[in-house]
């Protein structure tokens, strides 16, 4: 069975820093692209940022130069650093397995059970 479990939200101030885990499991992800996704309260959820097996990154220009996605195949994880927080990033963070373009975005159809990240001003 496929899981993603991600930890590492809390509540930061402004201008902070988080770093978000993912962990994979149930099958391997080395070939996969992994990604984040967020949600904030009344809004739809938004691409953050995805990696393919090769290491090719792509991000929301929204957090284009904030945050950095990586992974660690050998563990299965996926982390998303997150620099200079601001309030609007406040959102449930989910990670996200097989990600695909779909549009002019990027889209996915596994998904973990999220984790909260707050930004106070």
């Known amino acids: 069975q496929v899981q993603l479990v991600e930890s590492g939200g809390g509540l930061v101030q402004a201008g902070g820093s988080l770093r978000l885990s993912c962990a994979a499991s149930?099958?391997?992800?080395?070939?996969?692209?992994m990604g984040w996704f967020r949600q904030a309260p009344g809004k739809e959820r938004e691409f953050v940022a995805t990696i393919n097996w090769r290491g090719q990154r792509y991000y929301a220009d929204s957090v284009k130069g904030r945050f950095a996605i990586s992974r660690d195949n050998a563990k299965n994880m996926v982390y998303l650093q997150m620099y200079s927080l601001q309030p609007e990033d406040t959102a449930m963070y989910y990670c996200a397995a097989d990600v695909y373009a779909r549009d002019t975005t990027w889209s996915s159809n596994i998904w973990g059970q999220g984790t909260q990240v707050t930004v106070s001003s």
């Open positions: 149930g099958r391997s992800f080395s070939s996969s692209n």
